[in-house]
C-alpha cells in the first residue's frame, strides 16, 4: 500500500510538473518585428501596450520606429512581421499588391499645425479651423515651416494638404529635416517655425516646447491609422502566426478600450481614438 501511495504521488507530481510546463511554455512565445510611425513610439502608446500584451500572450514584440515609408518598405522586402501605419492609401496599395494579407482600421486621431506661442501671423486667431488658408498665408509671407521631409504618413498627409491649397512649397523657409516626429518639433521649437503634428506626439511633448495649437479641426487634418500582417511568402522568416495573434488582439474590444483610455489621465483627452471594425 506504501509503495502504491508512493508511486502515485510521484505520478501526480511528474503531471503537475507536465502541467506546469505546458502553461509555462504557452506564455513563453516568440517574437515578432513590428515596423510602425514614429508617432506611436513617441506619444508612448507601444510603452502602454506592449507589456501588457507580452504578460498575456509570450510574445515579445520588437519595435522598429521609421516613417510610414520606409516600415511598408520593409514590408515588402521581408524585413518585418507585422506593420503598424498611417497612409491608408499606401496601405491599400501594400496590401493589392500582395505584400500584405489584410488591412484593418485600428485607431485615429488628427494632425494639428503647431506654432510659437506668440502666433506672428496670427492665425489661431483668424484660421483656427482652416489649414488651407494657414498654408498658403505662411507660403505668401515665407514664414519658416519644418517639414518632415522622411515619407512618413505625415510627411504624405503634409504633401496632400499643400497640394489641395494649390501650393509647392519650395525656398529656404521650408525645411526639410529628415526626422521623426519628436526630432522635428524640437527644430520647429528652436527655430520659433510653424508644422504639422499628428496631435498625440504633441501632447506627450507640450510640457518641453514653447509651441502652441494654432490650427485644427479641419477635415484634411484626419489621420487614420492601420494594421497589416506581411505576407510570409515574402520571408521564410516571418512568423505569420504570431503577427496574427498580435492584430488580432489589437482590434479586440479589450485593446480597443485600452486604446481610448490612454492619454484621458494626463492630458484629459485620448491620444487615439479607437475605430476597429
Known amino acids: 500500500m506504501k509503495k502504491f501511495l508512493t508511486v502515485s504521488l510521484s505520478v501526480i507530481l511528474i503531471f503537475t510538473l507536465l502541467v506546469g510546463c505546458g502553461q509555462k511554455q504557452d506564455k513563453d512565445g516568440g517574437s515578432i518585428i513590428l ?5 506611436t513610439q513617441d506619444s508612448g502608446l507601444l510603452d502602454y501596450l506592449l507589456p501588457i500584451f507580452k504578460d498575456e500572450t509570450g510574445i515579445e514584440v520588437k519595435v ?3 516613417g510610414t515609408g520606409k516600415a511598408l518598405q520593409m514590408g515588402k522586402d521581408g524585413e518585418a512581421d507585422i506593420l503598424l501605419v498611417h497612409a491608408k492609401e499606401s496601405e491599400e ?20 499645425l503647431v506654432g510659437p506661442g506668440d502666433d506672428p501671423l496670427n492665425l489661431k486667431v483668424e484660421h ?12 505668401e509671407t515665407e514664414t ?5 521631409g522622411d515619407d512618413s504618413g505625415t510627411h504624405k498627409k503634409e504633401l496632400s494638404i499643400w497640394k489641395e491649397a494649390g501650393i509647392e512649397p519650395e525656398g529656404d523657409w521650408y525645411i526639410s529635416a529628415g526626422s521623426g516626429m519628436g526630432d522635428v518639433l524640437k527644430i520647429a521649437d ?14 506627450s511633448m507640450k510640457d518641453d516646447l514653447d509651441l502652441d495649437i494654432i490650427i485644427e479641426g479641419d477635415e484634411n487634418l484626419f489621420n487614420q491609422y492601420g494594421i497589416i500582417p506581411v505576407n510570409p511568402e515574402k520571408n521564410d522568416k516571418i512568423n505569420a502566426e504570431d503577427a496574427k495573434t498580435f492584430m488580432e488582439w489589437m482590434l479586440s474590444d479589450k ?3 485600452l486604446i481610448g483610455e490612454f492619454g484621458v489621465e494626463e492630458y484629459g483627452m485620448p491620444l487615439f481614438i479607437p475605430n476597429a471594425k
Open 128 to 139: 483656427p479651423n482652416d489649414i488651407l488658408e494657414g498654408l498658403k498665408i505662411l507660403a
Open 93 to 112: 496599395e501594400f496590401v493589392a499588391e500582395g505584400h500584405g494579407l489584410e488591412r484593418h482600421d485600428v485607431m485615429y486621431n488628427d494632425f494639428i
Open 190 to 203: 528652436e527655430k520659433r517655425a510653424y508644422t504639422i503634428t499628428d496631435r498625440g506626439t504633441y501632447l
Open 35 to 39: 515596423s510602425t510611425t514614429t508617432s
Open 255 to 257: 485593446t480597443q478600450e
Open 64 to 66: 522598429i520606429a521609421v
Open 144 to 148: 519658416e515651416f519644418v517639414s518632415r
